[in-house]
């Protein structure tokens, strides 16, 4: 582990992690010293100023734990998911590009910092307006802390960004253009495989949209607006479609270039071999450098079908766009498509 590495990791913990779950359990000491104060049952849910949600007086306390424990998943999955098995069959290569900290990591740990303020400050402004009330229904509205949390959960995330120090990168892994698979000219070289998702990275899609519904109804239970509760379902429902559309490819190479497939039929990606400018095998690390796993897009224009960590294939476009593939054998890969990327320019040329 490289010292830049070594100062994002130990910056993440405590933005990502001690901070967050120190403002949380200061929180759930001082409900806990309010708690005999406010009426039973208590006001959990408010509509506009009117509370229109009622429930144990416990309630704000549970919601803070549950909040603590999608905080620590959320560092977990930061902290592990550069650690993550590969699926492939074969080892990487000892030039492999290493286990490296990533930019989803750092904004893992500023999100766990927004999320801690907004879930503090309206949990203590839903118990201390019950206060010495013999009646929850009688409580005043919070649409003002909630505001104020809303404010503090994006302020919260931005400076838990900057707070952190940029996150390292290893240079990438340096290896040559794919070597063309011997053939003759009389000879038509198609290789199929299939791209299927590491048992890791459907935990983790799987892990998500339960860890964001869970979140949903914490929101709702603590009267955070309805529009939040409905965008947080939103992203359920995307993680579910993701899970259906993106989590097996049938991949072809023949003259014609590259063809993936999901197994569902949609999305498919054609690359014609007169578009491509060169093909390569490489190492990928889907969380570091696309942030997931699934049909993934990066910046610098690099998209892919990243299913699981280990090998893969790189093409480099004519218009200089780079589109990967995880799959087993990439270097046979490669080089089956090599010998259509070198037919087809071999095609081009003025006779």
């Known amino acids: 582990m490289t010292p830049a590495v070594r100062r994002a990791r130990t910056a993440f913990v405590w933005i990502g992690l001690v901070i967050p779950l120190a403002a949380i359990a200061a929180a759930m000491v001082i409900v806990a010293l309010w708690l005999p104060e406010i009426p039973e049952p208590s006001a959990i849910h408010w509509s506009g100023d009117t509370p229109d949600g009622f429930g144990p007086r416990w309630t704000p306390l549970a919601i803070l734990a549950g909040i603590a424990a999608m905080i620590v998943a959320f560092a977990a999955l930061a902290w592990f998911a550069h650690r993550l098995p590969s699926s492939s069959r074969t080892a990487p290569p000892a030039n492999g590009r290493a286990a490296e900290w990533s930019s989803t990591s750092?904004?893992?740990?500023?999100?766990?910092?927004?999320?801690?303020?907004?879930?503090?400050?309206?949990?203590l402004a839903m118990v201390g307006s019950q206060r010495g009330l013999g009646d929850a229904a009688d409580?005043?509205?919070?649409?003002?802390?909630t505001i104020l949390g809303l404010a503090l959960l994006v302020v919260g995330a931005v400076v838990g960004w900057f707070l952190q120090p940029r996150a390292p990168r290893s240079e990438e892994t340096r290896t040559a253009d794919a070597t063309p698979l011997p053939s003759t000219d009389s000879e038509r070289v198609?290789?199929?495989?299939?791209?299927?998702i590491a048992r890791s990275g459907l935990a983790v899609l799987g892990g998500s949209a339960v860890v964001v519904s869970a979140l949903a109804a914490v929101m709702a239970a603590s009267g955070v607006s309805v529009v939040a509760v409905v965008t947080m379902l939103a992203c359920v429902v995307l993680v579910l479609a993701a899970l259906l559309l993106t989590t097996s490819f049938r991949v072809r190479i023949g003259p014609w270039g590259l063809r993936v497939r999901s197994s569902a039929g949609w999305p498919r990606i054609e690359i014609p071999a007169s578009d491509i400018a060169a093909v390569r095998r490489i190492e990928v690390d889907p969380f570091a450098e696309f942030g997931g796993w699934g049909m993934r897009y990066a910046a610098g224009g690099r998209s892919g079908v990243v299913l699981r960590a280990g090998?893969?294939?790189?093409?480099?476009?004519?218009?200089?766009?780079?589109?990967?593939?995880?799959?087993?054998?990439?270097?046979?890969?490669a080089a089956a498509l090599a010998v259509a990327v070198g037919r087809s320019k071999a095609g081009r040329r003025p006779s």
Do not use: K, Q
Not at 106 to 123: C, D, E, K, Q, S
Not at 190 to 196: H, L, Q, S
């Open 311 to 333: 090998e893969g294939f790189e093409v480099s476009r004519v218009g200089g766009r780079r589109f990967v593939v995880t799959v087993d054998d990439a270097e046979t890969a």
């Open 190 to 196: 198609v290789w199929i495989g299939r791209a299927t």
């Open 106 to 123: 750092r904004a893992l740990g500023a999100t766990n910092l927004g999320l801690a303020a907004l879930i503090v400050t309206t949990t």
């Open 139 to 145: 409580a005043p509205g919070i649409g003002g802390a």
